[in-house]
């Protein structure tokens, strides 16, 4: 039996989807982590990007800083995690090293997407009374949002990928099948994980292009 064939097999076997150890219940906590995690990253980065994005002063050095995270890899950053106080917080590790590694995606393109909002607009909106507040939710933010969800549709996806590190500090997720698999030197098993991992990966990207086709067109950038 080729591995492909015994891949398959183990993914349509029912026994593999029931239980705490099933299909169902890891892929449940994979999307618990990734949506969690992604929430968090939006959450610090977006309000430094926006504010920094309207001031137009300090973005592009957060933007440099929060770049410095991609250069030093995620499972790195996670094993350094564990070894400090951090370690002991269950999921910890891992929320924090993914929320590092999701930052600069959102970063980077809602300040840009800020930056690059039609100047000429801005100076109208000033031009007609607005306050620095209005402004920005009013005039920047919409002009800016379809940058703004390019960074969070890039986010999502590489959260996705890389949230199979969980199960290397012992949490959950769809990497467990994976270790699980290497555990049992079941290559059929690893196989069937990693294509778990990749066809979320491709299901999340999809949300995110049917989302934006069904949104206004001023949320895509058109007219």
């Known amino acids: 039996m080729s591995t492909l064939a015994g891949a398959w097999q183990w993914l349509t076997d029912p ?3 029931a239980g705490d150890d099933g299909i169902r219940h890891r892929l449940l906590q994979h999307l618990v982590l990734t ?3 992604l929430v968090i990253s939006c959450v610090i980065a977006l309000p430094v990007a926006l ?5 137009g002063k300090g973005g592009a050095l957060a933007v440099n800083i929060s770049n410095v995270g991609r250069a030093v890899p995620t499972f790195a950053l996670l094993v350094l995690l ?4 951090i370690g002991t917080w ?4 891992t929320v924090v090293a993914l929320v590092l590694f999701a930052v600069p995606p959102l970063l980077t393109n809602a300040y840009v997407g800020m930056r690059e909002a039609d100047r000429d607009v801005v100076r109208a909106a000033r031009g007609m009374g607005m306050t620095g507040r209005q402004t920005l939710f009013r005039v ?3 002009l800016a949002l379809p ?3 390019t960074g969070v549709r890039i986010a999502a996806v590489q959260l996705v990928a890389t949230a199979t590190i969980a199960a290397l500090a012992g949490g959950g997720g769809l990497g467990r099948i994976i270790t699980a698999g290497f555990n049992l030197a079941s290559t059929p098993q690893v196989v069937a994980g990693a294509v778990l991992v990749a066809v979320f990966a491709l299901i999340v990207e999809g949300i995110f292009e049917i989302a934006e086709r069904l949104a206004p067109r001023w949320a895509r950038g058109t007219r």
């Open 15 to 17: 026994a593999h989807w």
């Open 35 to 37: 949506v969690v995690c």
């Open 51 to 55: 504010v920094l994005g309207h001031l």
């Open 82 to 85: 564990l070894l400090t106080p």
């Open 90 to 93: 269950g999921e910890g590790p």
């Open 140 to 142: 920047e933010l919409p």
């Open 147 to 149: 940058m703004v969800m």
